[in-house]
T-cell receptor, first 119, second 109 residues
């Protein structure tokens, strides 16, 4: 598509439930990132996919969080047994591969985010 | 120590003022640098990349000092529409991009 698409845009769930958040990146972009942003806070890196390489999962806050990217395109972020502290906006971004001196290739395009509220 | 640090502000300036933000980063092996802008309750959007030699885009000037590990953003002739949060972003080896917490700018008439 023309931009990064995320769904759902809003999700309200009860503590202890599992949730799935979906990201459809820009066609042809090999890199896909998940970040989360709590109210009034900066972006917290969660996970990064690059092509067929093993994902960088170093930002996942606990083993309740997992993500996959099927066919190098759509990604799903799953949060199991949600807790109230998981409430945040989950942002997905994609970029074409880039490295070193900025050439525009490593520019991130963000989706509008999925706002998760855990009651 | 945070990987990318910014003064949270807010910076309150009148229209037409010049304002500058700094950002420091801890990883000396960082490879790429950017400034993003985030409007309230919106997703971040690229403002400009930061080149080693420094670069300018209209009223915006970005500088990189690798020796001191900081990046700066200068905004001249501030407009009301410049009010936003400015995010410093540092790219590490392997394309991991780390965001600072942002600096809030409020331009008043």
């Amino acid at each position: 598509g023309a931009g990064v698409s995320q769904s759902p845009s809003n999700k309200v769930t009860e503590k202890g439930k599992d949730v799935e958040l979906r990201c459809d990146p820009i066609s042809g972009h090999t890199a896909l990132y998940w970040y989360r942003q709590s109210l009034g806070q900066g972006l917290e890196f969660l996970i990064y996919f690059q092509g067929n390489s093993a994902p960088d999962k170093s930002g996942l806050p606990s083993d309740r969080f997992s993500a996959e990217r099927t066919g190098g395109s759509v990604s799903t972020l799953t949060i199991q047994r949600t807790q109230q502290e998981d409430s945040a906006v989950y942002l997905c971004a994609s970029s074409s591969q880039g490295f070193g001196e900025p050439s525009g290739a490593n520019v991130l395009t963000f989706g509008a985010g999925s706002r998760l509220t855990v009651l | 120590r945070k990987e990318v640090e910014q003064d949270p502000g807010p910076f309150n300036v009148p229209e037409g003022a010049t304002v500058a933000f700094n950002c420091t980063y801890s990883n000396s092996a960082s490879q790429s640098f950017f400034w993003y802008r985030q409007d309230c309750r919106k997703e971040p959007k690229l403002l400009m990349s930061v080149y080693s030699s420094g670069n300018e885009d209209g009223r915006f000037t970005a500088q990189l000092n690798r020796a001191s590990q900081y990046i700066s953003l200068l905004i001249r002739d501030s407009k009301l529409s410049d009010s936003a949060t400015y995010l410093c972003v540092v790219g590490e080896y392997g394309n991991k991009l780390v965001f600072g917490a942002g600096t809030i700018l409020r331009v008043k008439s």
